[in-house]
């Protein structure tokens, strides 16, 4: 599970890098594509960082009428993307939004990558891909502004919030005997 | 009085059912027989040889077409003996996993090896003009082909190899090991070398190289090759709509013991046809078109349009002489209680 978790992060943030050269964070003083792991990170309560891809896992389970020695499992993905816009003033934060949304389906696309072994330097293939679904891009969500009745949707606060979801699948390392 | 104490619970419990086979001697027509006093409770992932394991299937069915006549006699035209009709039956279900034995299978007919083709060979459906074949020397194995130090570097970790011999137009089954295909007359081969290859079930994929030799991943099928025998890279396989040959093997299917008890269906000979929804509707109407058509895959949803690609594969029982007694049956279902469970 480790190798499909390991070659999907791997998978957006190189392409990210090609992609776009410029999107990069910097985090425990290591400069890198803007495709973050969550659970990969120190543990210190810091505010998430705008303008990057935070992937998070959920729940796995076998998919549904999939039998075989090697079980298609399917694992929920969450990326979540936050933006303040590029100008202090914030009013380009939607199509600041708009081009991250662009950036995360170009990355997503084509759906599949190898999965490959990333505890080894070079990485090894082992032999299957993983294969995702079309990313489901979530509601817009505004905040760090007054709540405001007319705009329940808060967009008109500063920082805009998306949350993608995604099903990756995936043939477990397990053998079902 | 007392008893023993016995299992209460004697219904067998499955999820899946697991596929062996094995091939026939087609030239001598006698069949792999599973022994289920030699062989019943063998692990399922390690079955005696030379049983096959063909993975996990779904949708599994067997069909019984043998129906009874009964005799009628007297006034009231009461039943007074039955006799059988002709013995008939089927057997469907859906190969979940690809290789060559299932394509062969669910296809029924010759399945073609593509050899890798020379550039400048003209395009052919199942493969052209291949690269020149490469022999094997003496000491090879069925894990190890040994072909001298000039010849390995043309092959690379990861490449399929079809291993046999040159056809020598020869009239009758051929492949090693595992009757591949019939010749009837070598021009209707184009009296091609490489065809064994093309067709044979004697195939590896290469795992390692040596100094002198391919290392394969999985053994022939057909045990050591011979010295002189041909090997070419396999680039894919293909099955065709059509064809004249009958594959025919032995099967065997087990249902997988979640409560103890062991259930296996054993068919001496199967042989594939299509479904019996299909053939049936086809004899019953006149009209060929109101048949459901068979359908040689399913596309199993995983999460649309996301799926997996099933191959159905739908076999014909043919007979097999029970020597304990000479009865012609076409199938044996035998069934391993669990410990201590109850008799009746």
Same mark, same amino acid.
């Given at each position: ?83 303040? $816009? +590029? ?5 380009? !934060?939607?199509?600041? /939004?708009?081009? @991250?949304?662009?950036?995360?389906? &170009? ?46 949707? $808060? +967009? ?5 919030? !998306?949350?993608?979801? /995604?099903?990756? @699948?995936?043939?477990?390392?397990? &053998?079902?005997? | ?344």
């Amino acid at each position: 599970m480790q190798f499909t978790k390991d070659s999907f992060y791997m998978a957006l943030q190189t392409r990210l890098a090609a992609l776009n050269p410029q999107q990069t964070v910097t985090l425990s003083g290591a400069t890198r594509p803007a495709v973050i792991v969550a659970e990969n990170e120190l543990v210190i309560p810091i505010v998430p960082l705008p303008n990057a891809f935070y992937i998070e896992w959920g729940a796995a389970q076998v998919a549904a009428r999939q039998t075989g020695s090697r079980e298609l499992m399917e694992m929920e993905c969450v990326i979540s993307y936050h933006t303040f $816009g +590029t100008v202090e003033s914030g009013v380009d !934060r939607g199509r600041t /939004l708009a081009a @991250l949304d662009t950036e995360l389906l &170009t990355i997503c696309q084509p759906q599949h990558t190898s999965k490959r072994d990333y505890t080894q330097a070079p990485s090894v293939d082992v032999g299957t891909n993983i294969v995702w679904t079309a990313p489901v891009l979530g509601k817009v969500a505004g905040s760090e502004a007054p709540p405001n009745q007319a705009l329940p949707r $808060g +967009t008109e606060g500063v920082r805009l919030e !998306r949350v993608v979801s /995604l099903k990756v @699948l995936f043939f477990p390392e397990v &053998t079902f005997l | 009085m007392s008893t023993l104490p016995v299992r209460a619970a004697m219904v067998p419990i499955t999820r899946r059912m697991r596929a062996y086979f094995a091939p026939m001697n087609r030239t001598a027509g006698t069949p792999t027989i599973f022994d289920p006093g030699k062989y019943g409770m063998f692990p399922l992932d390690q079955p005696p040889a030379p049983w096959l394991d063909l993975g996990w299937i779904d949708n599994f069915q067997r069909f019984c077409l043998t129906v009874t006549e009964p005799l009628r006699a007297g006034a009231q035209g009461a039943p007074t003996a039955q006799f059988h009709k002709p013995l008939d039956a089927r057997v469907e279900f859906d190969f979940r996993e690809w290789g060559k034995l299932q394509m062969a299978l669910a296809g029924g007919s010759e399945h073609m090896n593509v050899l890798a083709s020379d550039p400048n060979a003209n395009a052919q459906p199942s493969g052209g003009t291949p690269v020149a074949a490469v022999y094997a020397l003496a000491g090879s194995t069925a894990n190890l082909i040994v072909l001298g130090s000039g010849a390995v570097p043309g092959f690379s970790v990861g490449d399929l190899i079809a291993v046999d011999a040159d056809y020598a137009q020869q009239i009758g089954y051929v492949g090693t090991g595992i009757s591949a295909a019939y010749v009837s007359n070598p021009v209707n081969v184009n009296q091609d070398a490489n065809y064994i290859r093309r067709v044979t079930f004697n195939l590896g994929r290469v795992a390692e190289t040596t100094v002198t030799g391919l290392m394969l991943a999985q053994p022939l099928l057909g045990g050591a090759p011979a010295a002189g025998v041909g090997v070419q890279k396999v680039v894919a396989f293909v099955d065709r709509e059509g064809g004249s040959f009958f594959q025919e093997w032995s099967a065997l299917f087990v249902a997988e013991e979640e409560s103890g008890g062991r259930v296996c269906f054993h068919y001496p000979r199967l042989s594939p046809t299509v479904s019996v929804q299909t053939s049936m509707r086809l004899s019953l109407t006149s009209q060929a078109g109101s048949a459901k058509a068979f359908q040689r895959e399913e596309d199993v949803e995983v999460a649309a349009p996301i799926g997996a690609l099933a191959l159905r594969a739908a076999f014909q029982a043919m007979p097999h002489v029970d020597e304990n007694d000479g009865q012609t049956v076409v199938c044996y279902r035998s069934y391993f209680p669990a410990a201590m469970a109850g008799v009746y």
